[in-house]
Antibody
Framework: EMQLLESGGGLLQPGGSLRLSCAAS????????LSWVRQAPGKGLEWVSSVSGSDGNTYYADSVKGRCTISRDNSKNTLYLQMNSLRAGDTAVYYC??????????????WGQGTTVTVSS | SYELTQPPSVSVSPGQTASITCSGN??????VYWYQQKPGQSPVLVMY???KRPSGIPERFSGSNSGNTATLTISGTQTMDEADYYCQAWDRGTVVFGEGTKLTVL
């Protein structure tokens, strides 16, 4: 069974940093694109970032560009999201999601359970 | 930036057909994906590449995409289908989600 398990969320102060992790199992990790998608309380889904499976190219939403870095460790089957200069607007549940192919321009066929990030003083 | 527009809400009676639309400029030239999200749960892919159902998704779910509009259709809607539905496409290096449609079955 394909699974994604996020961790690293918590309560952080504005201006702080965090690193989210997503541990994958049940599929050949290095082949597939992976993404982070967030959902603010009571709001819709917002794409954050993706990394391709083949060439490792990265993609970012304008709202996080310059503040976030997505990376993957294929030896550990783990996806990461480093977030800096946190703002209240970053408060959300962060989901890790697997792409249906190695390229991120396809759909997201497996989702984790999410990890909650709260940015507040 | 590219935008996908969905109606905020759709209501349907049990057993009837629900149609949820997603509009975007030349959307028919892109693949559209649909996700179902129930309260407190993670999203689930219910339609990929416009009209393909993932394994485990009931046959009552179908999809189409042409021109500027993609449509997710649920035939014989059941109370268990009540959820938020999001469309998604890829545009010039970004993943774009619609704002979501709350489907009410009553």
């Amino acid at each position: 069974e394909m699974q994604l398990l996020e961790s690293g969320g918590g309560l952080l102060q504005p201006g702080g940093s965090l690193r989210l992790s997503c541990a994958a199992s049940g599929f050949t990790f290095n082949i597939y694109a992976l993404s982070w998608v967030r959902q603010a309380p009571g709001k819709g889904l917002e794409w954050v970032s993706s990394v391709s499976g083949s060439d490792g190219n990265t993609y970012y939403a304008d709202s996080v560009k310059g503040r976030c870095t997505i990376s993957r460790d294929n030896s550990k089957n783990t996806l990461y999201l480093q977030m800096n200069s946190l703002r209240a607007g970053d408060t959300a549940v962060y989901y890790c999601a697997k792409g249906e192919s190695g390229s991120p321009d396809y759909g997201l066929d497996v989702w984790g359970q999410g990890t909650t990030v709260t940015v507040s003083s | 930036s590219y935008e996908l527009t969905q109606p905020p809400s759709v209501s349907v009676s049990p057993g009837q057909t629900a149609s949820i639309t997603c509009s975007g400029n030349k959307l028919g030239d892109k693949y559209v994906y649909w996700y179902q999200q129930k309260p407190g749960q993670s999203p689930v892919l219910v339609m990929y590449q416009d009209n393909k159902r993932p394994s485990g998704i009931p046959e009552r779910f179908s999809g189409s995409n042409s021109g500027n509009t993609a449509t997710l259709t649920i035939s014989g809607t059941q109370t268990m289908d009540e959820a938020d539905y999001y469309c998604q496409a890829w545009d010039r290096g970004t993943v774009v989600f619609g704002e979501g449609t709350k489907l009410t079955v009553l």
